[in-house]
């Protein structure tokens, strides 16, 4: 079955295209929780009990735990594998980089972290991309039109009378041949 069929499917059984981010940012944690990795932990937890019969999805953001150095690492390990079977993982590192340094960033997310998505940066090119779509049955969404007022300076500069943006959502669609690309566009848009 496809990434996307996979997720449709769990969109469907949750009745919930809900997507709830784990963006563990210590600054605006309840201070209880922000002090150490046990409370981030049990903060997380509290999210996921709080919330898994509601979710087809959840988006930790890998920056909040690779800024905690090992220890963070584990934590996101530990956070992912706590996620209920048939909730998606999605994880938001948006990676990508030439070919051999692409195809571990897709081995640590998808092998060894366990996701089910993950964001990724088109600008670099297909090849940047492949190792992540060589995972036929994981999916990867890709940076297209983002909510972030610096998306001006490229996103919507025009090259033969359409913005970048609307160049890379033709290619995503193009390279989905295994039906297992999506986009990142900003609600804002």
Known sequence: MSATSELKKI????????????DLDRKKVPT???????????FAQKIIEATSDIVAAYKPNMAFFEELGPEGFSLLEKIV????????VILDGKRADIGN?????????FD???????????????????????????GA???????????RDFQFMHVVNKP????????????DKEQNLGLVVGATH
């Open 141 to 151: 969404f890709v940076l297209c039109l983002t909510s972030n007022p610096g998306s």
């Open 164 to 175: 970048i943006y609307m160049y890379v959502a033709e290619k995503v669609a193009y390279w």
């Open 81 to 88: 594998t706590r996620i209920p079977d048939g909730i998606a």
């Open 11 to 22: 969109i469907e059984k949750n009745k919930s295209m809900l997507c709830i981010g784990l």
């Open 32 to 42: 209880s929780y922000a002090t150490s990795i046990k409370g981030l932990y049990e």
């Open 112 to 138: 060894r972290l366990g996701a089910d998505w993950v964001t990724v940066n088109p600008y670099m090119g297909y090849d940047s991309i492949r190792p992540f779509l060589e995972y036929k049955d994981k």
């Open 101 to 109: 340094t692409a195809a571990h960033y897709a081995s640590a997310m």
